[in-house]
Structures are given as C-alpha cells and as structure tokens.
C-alpha cells in the first residue's frame, strides 16, 4: 500500500518538475504542458539508428528510470511513508544512484552516434569528478546520525537541522546532486548547444519519453535526498510532517532548476579540475570539522 | 526449498552466466558491462545471504570500477565495437582445460569436506553494521589501516607509472 | 552441510573456474584484467558464504570481504597505470606483442 501510494507520489513529483523546467526554461507556468508534450512524444515515430547496440539502446533509458526509483525508495517522506526502512540506507541512495552512470553510459554507446558517444563518456569523466562529493558529505551526515538509517539522519536533526551544523557538506552535496542529475550549468552530457542534446540526441519518440520521465523521476529523487540529509526532512513547526516534506522538496527542485537558469554551462575540464582540486579537499575537511563538532556538540 | 536457497542459486547463476559472457562478446563495452551485471548479481547474491552492508556497498562499488574499465576497453582495443569480430584469444584449449580443472576441484572441496554444523540465523542487517565498525575501529584497526595505506601507495604508484613523460631537449 | 552453503561455494568455485580460463585464454591486458576480477569474485563469494553460514556472529568474516575489494580496486589501479605506460611506450597492450617480458 505505501509502495503504491509513494510510486504516485513519485510520478506527481516528476510531473510537477517537468512543469517548474518549463517555468525556468520559458518563463510560463503552464500545467498543461508536460501532457502536451508527453502526449507528443508517444505520438512520434521511435527510430532506431544504424547499427546499434540494441540491447544497451533499449536497456538505457529503462535503467535510468529504475535506478532513479530504487534510490527513491528509501526516502521517508514522514516516519512510516517510505517503502523500505534499509539499515544501509544511506548507502543504498549511493548505490542506486551509480547506476545513472551505467545507463547514460549504455544510452551514449548504444545507438552508434557521435554525439551521444561523447556524452556519455563525458558523464563518466564528470562522475569521478563528483562522485566522491555525493558520498563524502553524506559520510559527514551519518557520522551525526551514528546510523545508517535514513529515518534516523532525519531524526538526528531534531535540534539543529544539517545545513547549519554542516553547511560546506551542504553546498558540495547540493552542486554534486545537480550535476548528477545533469541539471544545467552541468548538463555537460545533454548540452543543447554543443552536443545537440548528447545522450539525448539518437532517441526519439517512446524510448526519449522514458529517458526524460527518468531524468525527472532523478532531479525529484536528488531533491528529496537533499531534504533528508540536510534540510530536517519531515520537521518543522504547525504543519504536518508530510506538508513540510512535500515544500521543502519542491524548493529545492525549484532552485535546483532556477540556479541552472542563470549561469553559463562549465566547461567539463573546469568542472574537473574543480571538482578533484578544490571539492574533494573541501569534502574531507568537512569530515574532520563535523568529526570535532560531533564530540563537542553531540 | 526455500527462498532464500532460491535467490542464491538464481543471483549465482546470473552471476556465472555474465561471467562467461564477458569472454563471449567481442564488443568491449558490451564485456565490460557484463562484468559489471556479474558483480551486480553477485551483490544481490550477498544481499540475499543477510550479508546487507556487504552487498549494498558491491553494488556501489562495482559500478564505478567497471564503468572505468569500460573506457579503457575502448582506449586500449583496436576494434572496441566488436564489429570485426576479431579473434583475441590464445591457448585456448590450455586454458579451458585449466578453467575446467579448477572449477572440479573446487566443486570436489566443497562437497567433499565436512563444514561442520551451519548456522541458522545471522545477525541482523542494524547489528551487523554496527558489529562491522567496531570491528573494523577495534580488532582490525591496524589490517585496515594497511589496506588504506596500500591503496595510496597504489594510487601514486600508478600516476608516477601512467603519467606522461617530461622530454627536455633544447630545441625548443 | 546446507544446500544454500553449496549452492554458493558452487558458484564462487564457477567464477573461479570462468576467471581462470578468461585470465589464460585472453590476449589484451584489460581483458586478463577482468579475468583477475572473476577470480576475486569467486573468493569474495566463498567469504561471505563462509561467513553466513559458519560463523555469522564474526564480523572478522566481514572485514576479509572488504579487504577482498581493496585488493580489486588496488589491481585495477595498478593494472591501469602499467597499461597507460605500455600503450605509451609501444602502441598497444597485446600480450603476444610483450614477448620481450619473458624471462
């Protein structure tokens, strides 16, 4: 029943961020439009190009869905509504969320084309780029937490939530999430200008309404992670628990896109060269700073 | 037969079989994926032996590596889509015939030796984390910590080894 | 003895098996590299067989897996780092091609 009821939930999610990408992207509101432009996209003939690797062209976008679920499915959004209470939960999120990778890998190799190769080798450069910034600031949480329960890292925030307490774990955690969900100025692996939409660039139709289905189902996953590891989760005053998940989610999604609206996309070396010089020092200062502030203010 | 018994045998067996595929294929990617579908499966195969922290984190980390793996199939082979369908094999019959050999013996090991009373019931996953980390801080501090030493020595060793040589010459 | 104990020191034994032939049969360095994968596959799985079925209340049986991975993420390492340093120098990492390695 809760499984039921949070995989609507996920769908209502993703719906509504395809309305907010298309509020930032535009600068309309319109509530209609992702049906529009769903309802579009099955009515499209799917090509299948030249001399593809069929089963990782099929495969691809499917994956990207499911891993984008799996990590989903270990966010509480209150204290019971989560599907499975792992007790590696934390890790789990990690887990499910390496395999984004796999599928923008296989979607980049599979249908033979130029530019959808480049994307997805690209994404692989950028994941040992920010790879190490998803799991070290969450390292940092669970260390609060002393657990790896996902219910419990919210717990652990009742007095202080996170992004006080850690606010360095925050902001990398933060870039590292829009730049796994290849949120703009980091969609260096669908850029629109230079790669004419990369890894998105050889589907059409059916198969392009998965992938773009899972990419939502991920920015919506990513934000509610955020929420849970840095924002308090459920807490918060007068409301109840699930209207403070539900707004602190929506948020984050909205700034996650808006920030992306206003900057020019990084160059992928720059991200790099950020990313292992100055993020990964920053991250493991963060682990030594919150270790202190754990035995000090537990 | 139970349902654990099940998912062992049916994670293990996707297990192997991605295995075999990985030398089967001729497209790199394609083998270096099914590497990964192997480990994948053995990760669930440990998730399904109550072994949860053992198998969430060779799901995570079997992804990454093999994903690395995949691009440097496609750096270091001549024909990585496998559209050639080149031969790169050699002494094939040896090294079935040793493949072979070592699978029998192992399988006679394990038959034939007397492992003695099983245990029913393991830890649960909570209280196997927390037993792992005392663990790991405790007892096997000084074994880790050498793993973790080794994996630097490892990783500078490799980038003095990988990186490109500085030519100095006074032409230019 | 359990079936479930067989069933995985089988399979561990299996990968073992397949990753022997793949670390033998195989001509590119990456490839015998995956090999050497299987192969600590198979003792990876064997450990944790061990350890759920024989002495689940020994987290040491634990640690030994994790020790198992560092070994895989160190092999590929160095692995990686001789086949950058081989590609350089001579333009592929074949193995027939290394014959100047044999002692």
Request: aromatic share 10%; with cysteine.
């Amino acid at each position: 029943m809760t499984t039921v009821l949070l995989l609507l939930l996920l769908a209502v999610g993703a719906y509504l961020v395809a309305v907010l990408e298309d509020w930032t992207v535009s600068g309309r509101f319109r509530l209609t439009a992702p049906v529009l432009a769903g309802i579009a996209l099955l009515g499209r003939e799917s090509i299948v190009p030249r001399k593809p690797d069929r089963i990782f062209f099929e495969v691809a976008p499917f994956l990207l869905l499911i891993s984008a679920i799996l990590a989903a499915a270990v966010v509480p959004l209150t204290p019971d509504l989560i599907i499975t209470d792992m007790a590696t939960g934390a890790l789990f999120i990690n887990a499910a969320l390496v395999y984004v990778l796999v599928a923008l890998l296989m979607a980049g190799w599979g249908p033979d084309g130029a530019y959808a190769m480049i994307g997805g080798w690209r994404f692989l450069g950028q994941l040992i780029a920010y790879a190490m910034l998803i799991v070290m600031p969450i390292t940092a949480v669970v260390m609060r937490a002393e657990s790896l329960l996902t219910t419990q890292v919210v717990v652990s925030q009742a007095g202080v939530w996170n992004i006080i307490y850690q606010p360095l774990g925050f902001i990398l955690f933060f870039i590292a999430a829009m730049a796994l969900a290849f949120l703009p100025p980091f969609d260096l692996t669908t850029s629109k200008g230079e790669l004419a939409g990369g890894v998105e660039a050889e589907y059409a139709g059916v198969r392009l309404a998965v992938f773009r289905l899972g990419r939502l189902a991920l920015i919506i996953t990513l934000a509610a992670a955020t929420v849970i590891f840095y924002l308090g989760g459920w807490q918060g005053p007068l409301l109840p628990p699930w209207a403070w998940s539900t707004i602190k989610i929506l948020a984050v999604t909205t700034i996650m896109l808006l920030a992306g609206r206003y900057m020019p996309r990084i160059r992928e070396a720059d991200l790099l060269a950020w990313c292992w010089m100055l993020g990964i020092p920053l991250a493991l200062l963060n682990i030594l700073l919150v270790g202190v502030l754990v035995l000090v203010f537990p | 037969m139970t349902a654990q018994m099940f998912f062992i045998g049916f994670f293990g067996l996707a297990g192997v079989w991605f295995g075999i595929v990985v030398f089967r294929t001729f497209s790199m990617v394609r083998s270096a994926l099914a590497l990964l579908f192997s480990q994948t499966a053995l990760g669930a195969m440990f998730l399904s032996m109550q072994a949860e922290f053992l198998g969430v984190l060779q799901i995570m980390m079997m992804a990454t590596e093999m994903s690395i793996m995949a691009i440097f199939m496609v750096m270091f082979m001549m024909d990585p889509g496998g559209l050639g369908e080149m031969d790169m094999t050699h002494q094939k019959r040896l090294s079935l015939g040793a493949g072979i050999v070592s699978f029998v013996a192992a399988v006679a090991v394990a038959v034939f030796v007397d492992w003695g009373p099983v245990a029913s019931v393991s830890p649960d996953a909570a209280q196997q984390t927390i037993d792992l980390g005392l663990e790991l801080l405790g007892r096997s501090m000084l074994i880790f910590e050498t793993a973790g030493i080794t994996i630097l020595t490892a990783m500078i060793a490799a980038t003095a080894v990988a990186i490109q040589p500085v030519k100095r010459t006074r032409e230019q | 003895m359990s079936i479930e104990l067989l069933l995985a020191l089988i399979t561990g034994a299996a990968l073992f098996g397949v990753g022997i032939y793949g670390a033998l049969s195989q001509t590119n360095l990456v490839m015998i590299m995956m090999g050497i994968e299987l192969i600590l596959a198979g003792a990876m799985v064997n450990l944790v067989a061990f350890w759920r079925y024989l002495h689940p209340d020994n987290p040491a049986g634990q640690m030994f897996v994790l020790i198992i991975m560092t070994v895989m993420a160190i092999e590929m390492a160095v692995g990686f780092g001789v086949a950058i340093a081989r590609f350089r120098a001579k333009g592929s990492v074949e193995m027939e091609e290394a014959a100047e390695l044999k002692g």
